[in-house]
């Protein structure tokens, strides 16, 4: 994608050379006036570039099947509240969740850390609240956040694949808008994942879209069958995961907007 | 570069599940079995298997 970057300029270029000819400018003066105007915006681009301190982490992004937002870091939490995914429903998640001081939380495919950092206040300073997401760029801006907010939030990079913690570590799970990010074969393997790191009794909770409630949805998300990916979710079959993934109960708990669904999972 | 103890005891190898320790120039996260070491950029451990180092 990068690499092809360099076409965007000219293109503008070749544009606005053929409307300034349309509106009576010969070639030589459409192509310098167009020349002009593009100027300042390569050099502004020029400047940018220069003064942004790109983080080493931010070339790290990992060989999974999984589809990790890289490229979504900057405007991510902007676009979620804008689609209605804001505070309210963060904290929705963490209410169902009920997490107590102390405990330790492991929040899967983080993103930008909204969750983690909300979780991290939930188990206070004697807990602990730990996201890890396969985008660099993500947990670059997560971090960024955490450390403006003076969270005890942590991060790391890491694929729900091979997850980097030892068995029995968790008290509880967080997955938001995770699952559906990744192939039915990686579901379940993550899913087994989750279920190594939870302790004995331990809790996963997890809000991903499901069947819709409403038969006004289907109008919009029955595209959804037709993509491997979400499929089966919105079939309403995510429970056959938790089982094969060798969970000892599920329940789905509750919904947001009639098209995501809360559940409550015990190892 | 602040990787609490609490942390590192549950941070395990993605590989083997086994344990990591920090290196002695605090710079990556070694795993002694399978011989790898985990680098650590921008304060974040990168726990990732492609992204190990064979340590002699």
């Known amino acids: 994608m990068k690499n092809i970057l360099w076409l965007c300029p000219l293109l503008m270029m070749t544009v606005l050379t053929v409307v300034f000819m349309y509106f009576g400018f010969t070639l030589w003066s459409s192509l310098l006036i167009a020349a002009l105007l593009i100027c300042p915006v390569i050099i502004l681009y020029g400047i940018v570039k220069a003064l942004r301190r790109e983080s080493p982490l931010e070339g790290m992004l990992p060989h999974t099947r999984g589809m990790p937002l890289n490229w979504a870091a900057p405007f991510y939490d902007w676009g979620c509240r804008k689609v209605g995914l804001g505070p309210r429903f963060r904290q929705e998640t963490i209410r169902q969740a009920a997490l107590r001081p102390g405990e330790r939380v492991l929040d899967v495919g983080c993103g930008t850390g909204v969750l983690t950092r909300l979780a991290a206040e939930a188990v206070g300073t004697s807990g602990k609240a730990i996201g890890i997401d396969p985008a660099p760029k993500m947990i670059v801006t997560a971090r960024k956040n955490a450390s403006a907010e003076r969270s005890n939030a942590e991060f790391r990079l890491a694929v729900i694949e091979d997850l980097p913690f030892e068995d029995n570590s968790f008290d509880c799970v967080l997955s938001s808008l995770m699952l559906h990010h990744l192939p039915p074969d990686l579901k379940l393997l993550g899913l087994g994942e989750v279920k190594r790191v939870l302790r004995p009794g331990g809790r996963l909770v997890l809000v991903d879209i499901g069947r819709p409630e409403s038969r006004l949805w289907w109008v919009v998300v029955w595209p959804l069958l037709l993509w491997s990916f979400t499929k089966d979710q919105v079939s309403g079959r995510v429970s056959e995961y938790f089982e094969k993934a060798g969970f000892s109960k599920h329940e789905r708990v509750g919904s947001w907007v009639k098209l995501l669904s809360f559940w409550f999972v015990f190892k | ?56």
């Open chain 2, 1 to 56: 570069m602040a990787v609490d103890k609490e942390l590192l005891d549950i941070l395990a190898c993605p590989k083997c599940k086994g344990a990591v320790k920090l290196s002695s120039a605090k710079d990556g996260l070694i795993c002694e079995k399978c011989a790898i070491k985990y680098p650590i950029k921008d304060d974040i451990p990168v726990m990732l298997i492609d992204e190990a180092t064979p340590v002699k």
